[in-house]
Nanobody, 121 residues
Framework: QVQLVESGGGLVQAGGSLRLSCAAT??????????LNWYRQAPGKERELVAG????????NYKDSVQGRFTISRDNARNTVYLQMNNLKPEDTAVYYC????????????WGQGTQVTVSS
């Protein structure tokens, strides 16, 4: 069974940093063949894409409001994707979810359970 498990969330003050991790197990294909994304969802709001990195290791993409503050990276040897979040702002408060999608067969699409990030002012 595929599992994506997020960790690293917590409570921080504005201007602080957190590093989220998402470890994948049970994938049908090698981890390096998956596009990886971080999404977030705040209470009463729709889930939104925060950052993504392709299976090719190309230039990541970011939501405009986190550009320059967040960095997505992957460690294929550890089947893990990271989201380094710096200079956190209260509006970053949300549940953060990792997502893995096989580049070739798009219905191989998996989600983690989420990790809470709360930024206080």
């Amino acid at each position: 069974q595929v599992q994506l498990v997020e960790s690293g969330g917590g409570l921080v003050q504005a201007g602080g940093s957190l590093r989220l991790s998402c470890a994948a197990t049970g994938l049908t294909f090698r981890f390096s063949n998956y596009n990886l994304n971080w999404y977030r969802q705040a209470p009463g709001k729709e889930r939104e894409l925060v950052a993504g990195i392709s299976s090719t290791g190309g230039t990541p993409n970011y939501k405009d409001s986190v550009q320059g503050r967040f960095t997505i990276s992957r460690d294929n040897a550890r089947n893990t994707v990271y989201l380094q979040m710096n200079n956190l702002k209260p509006e970053d408060t949300a549940v953060y979810y990792c997502n893995a999608q096989y580049w070739r067969v798009k219905n191989y699409d998996y989600w983690g359970q989420g990790t809470q990030v709360t930024v206080s002012s």
